[in-house]
């Protein structure tokens, strides 16, 4: 639960910088598709394994959010031309 928890958390903290560059259209398709799945997930865990598969549901629900999350936010500062966060001409 730890590692989706910081999983999730990365995620969040990597969408600050769509929500800076004013940029929110672009969270909601992986926000709403990604919960739609965490649902799922945690169903279908719970169901088939019990408590360990709702852990396991989490972990997955949290690594698809945070790759998504992490490649739109990659794309965007390729976009934006920047190399380590700071322009590419500077760097």
């Given at each position: 639960?730890?590692?989706?928890?910081?999983?999730?958390?990365?995620?969040?903290?990597?969408?600050l910088?769509?929500?800076?560059?004013v940029?929110?259209?672009k969270?909601?398709?992986?926000?709403?598709?990604?919960s739609?799945?965490?649902?799922?997930?945690?169903?279908?865990?719970?169901?088939?394994?019990?408590?360990?598969?709702v852990?396991?549901?989490?972990?997955v629900?949290?690594?698809?959010?945070?790759?998504?999350?992490l490649?739109?936010?990659?794309?965007l500062?390729?976009?934006?031309?920047?190399?380590?966060?700071?322009?590419?001409?500077?760097?």
């Open positions: 639960m730890v590692l989706a928890a910081g999983l999730f958390t990365s995620g969040q903290t990597a969408s910088l769509l929500m800076t560059g940029t929110t259209r969270l909601v398709v992986p926000k709403i598709t990604t739609v799945l965490g649902i799922g997930f945690n169903v279908a865990g719970a169901y088939a394994l019990g408590l360990a598969g852990v396991f549901a989490n972990l629900f949290s690594c698809v959010y945070c790759i998504w999350i490649g739109l936010a990659h794309k500062k390729m976009k934006a031309g920047l190399v380590n966060g700071v322009p590419a001409r500077f760097s």
